[in-house]
Nanobody, 120 residues
């Protein structure tokens, strides 16, 4: 069964950086759009970014200019580079596979999440 696995979360100071990775051991992410989502304590889950199968990227306004999504098809991994982190970026971050090549496609598989804590 397809299981996405996130890694790279941890503790960062405001203004710092982290890079999250999303992998799918035994399954290919090639040909699918991949989304990044986050859920902060007491808040609903929100979309952060998405990358289409061809590499087109979308970002939430709150992270635009600070986060960069990318994919390495040879490594079967999608990344979320997070720079200039802010306190409000603290959340559990999830990656999810879309049913097709576009970010507008429905999401069908989720990872279990990785915790990002931004604190001084």
């Amino acid at each position: 069964q397809l299981q996405l696995v996130e890694s790279g979360g941890g503790l960062a100071q405001p203004g710092g950086s982290l890079r999250l990775s999303c992998a799918a051991p035994g399954f290919t992410l090639f040909g699918y759009a991949i989304g990044w989502f986050r859920q902060a304590p007491g808040k609903e889950r929100e979309g952060v970014s998405c990358i289409s199968s061809s590499g087109g990227a979308l970002y939430a306004d709150s992270v635009k200019g600070r986060f960069t999504v990318s994919r390495d098809n040879a490594k079967n991994t999608v990344y979320l580079q997070m720079n200039d982190l802010k306190l409000e970026d603290t959340a559990v971050y999830y990656c999810a596979r879309k049913r097709g090549i576009w970010c507008s496609d429905n999401t069908d598989h989720w990872g279990k999440g990785t915790l990002v804590t931004v604190s001084s």
